[in-house]
């Protein structure tokens, strides 16, 4: 899951879901560590 490639209209609900939700079932990560992924 990149995480700073997401949203919620609610700040509350989208902090929710990144600190919370999205651990428990995708591993995280954000654009620049996508993009240095590929670049390897």
Same mark, same amino acid.
């Given at each position: 899951? #990149? ?6 209209? #609610?700040?509350?609900?989208? =902090?929710?879901? #990144? *600190? ?6 995708? *591993?995280? =990560? ?6 240095? =992924?590929?670049?390897?």
């Amino acid at each position: 899951m #990149v995480t700073d490639a997401v949203t919620d209209r #609610v700040a509350g609900a989208h =902090a929710d879901s #990144v *600190e919370v939700i999205f651990p428990r079932i995708a *591993e995280l =990560a954000t654009t620049d560590d996508v993009i240095a =992924a590929l670049d390897r």
